[in-house]
Nanobody, 124 residues
């Protein structure tokens, strides 16, 4: 069973940085491909980044390429999202998610397990 809990959100000024963490309390974390998504008020949940099972392959949405870096530490059952050069349009609730599906998965419906989300607010 996968149980995901995000942390690290908060209020930051434009140009600042935050690092989000997502911990899985289960025992099979390394078997899952992980994703980060975000949802702004009034909008659909959108793909941000995803990682392969060992973290050697990552993919990003165009809107965050070069600014965000996703990584994972399987020994700690944790996935991270380092967010630099933050912009007001990055304001959203950020979710981590897990999937057993193979390949590069960027759709909400591809992921079976979700955390509760953590709020990121970027002020101008």
């Amino acid at each position: 069973q996968v149980q995901l809990v995000e942390s690290g959100g908060g209020l930051v000024q434009a140009g600042g940085s935050l690092r989000l963490s997502c911990v899985d309390s289960g025992r099979t974390f390394s078997m899952y491909r992980m994703g980060w998504f975000r949802q702004a008020p009034g909008e659909e949940r959108k793909f941000v980044a995803r990682l392969s099972r060992n973290g050697d392959t990552t993919n990003y949405a165009d809107s965050v390429k070069g600014r965000f870096t996703a990584s994972r530490d399987n020994a700690k059952n944790t996935v991270y999202l380092q967010m630099n050069s933050l912009k007001p349009e990055d304001t959203a609730i950020y979710f981590c998610a897990a999937t057993m599906r193979m390949g590069v998965r960027t759709q909400v419906y591809d992921y079976n397990y979700w955390g509760q989300g953590t709020q990121v607010t970027v002020s101008s």
